[in-house]
């Protein structure tokens, strides 16, 4: 069974450039979760899927960045226009339709460096 | 404060030893307790999860919960050069999937 995959796995853009980054969860999970790691940091969450509804988007920085999960399969995040302290990690995961987070499995991440 | 908190380390302990990672939490509403392992460059896997007060053991792996004291550890038994990584202590609400990571604890073990 193939895991979580992430895509691109590096970007360097220009600060006010728009990056899209995608993630393909595991096959039939319904919960998808977006997280971001700056350097230094902790990881932090920035929004729950379940299918291709919205859960929680309360960790998600401003309007520069917009999650969307059409059709509840992938998922795809940009931040449009990027600023430099948008540079990080982001890492994706996804876990079954179980009470509470369950195992969440985590992507290998998008290293986004903003210049 | 932040709401999951760890030392950074690093932990340095010669192998075969027992390596104890602490971590403590400040909202008494999480419920769910959760360790991770993530090697240098690679993603977060999860190696433990804990729900209840107590101890619960998988293999050399034992998890420590106390909500009283709103702290859970995670302790290493015979450790190994391949257990060196950075552990992250994990926590969210019962039915809630927000998890909240502390910052890690790199783990050297020394052969």
């Known amino acids: 069974e193939a895991g979580v995959t992430q895509f691109p796995s590096h970007s360097v853009i220009e600060k006010g450039q728009t990056v899209t980054l995608r993630c393909d969860p595991i096959?039939?999970?319904?919960?998808l979760y977006w997280y971001r790691r700056v350097m230094g940091k902790e990881i932090k969450f920035l929004l729950h899927f379940v299918k291709e509804s919205k859960q929680d988007e309360s960790g998600m920085p401003n309007n520069r960045f917009l999650a969307e999960r059409t059709g509840g399969t992938y998922s795809t995040l940009k931040v449009q226009p990027a600023e430099l302290e948008d540079s990080g990690v982001y890492f994706c995961?996804?876990?079954?339709?179980?009470?509470?987070?369950?195992?969440?499995?985590f992507g290998p991440g998008t290293r986004l460096l903003v210049l | 404060q932040k709401e999951v908190e760890q030392n950074s380390g690093p932990l340095s302990v010669p192998e075969g030893a027992i390596a104890s990672l602490n971590c403590t939490y400040s909202d008494r509403g999480s419920q769910s307790f959760f360790w991770y392992r993530q090697y240098s460059g690679k993603s977060p896997e999860l190696i433990m999860s804990i729900y209840s007060n107590g101890d619960k053991e998988d293999g050399r792996f034992t998890a420590q919960l106390n909500k009283a004291s709103q702290y859970v550890s995670l302790l290493i038994r015979d450790s190994q050069p391949s257990d060196s990584a950075t552990y992250l202590c994990a926590a969210s609400n019962t039915g809630g999937f927000k998890t909240i990571f502390g910052a890690g604890t790199r783990l050297f073990v020394k052969a």
């Open positions: 995961a996804s876990s079954q339709d179980l009470p509470g987070p369950g195992t969440q499995y």
């Open positions: 096959s039939g999970h319904d919960n």
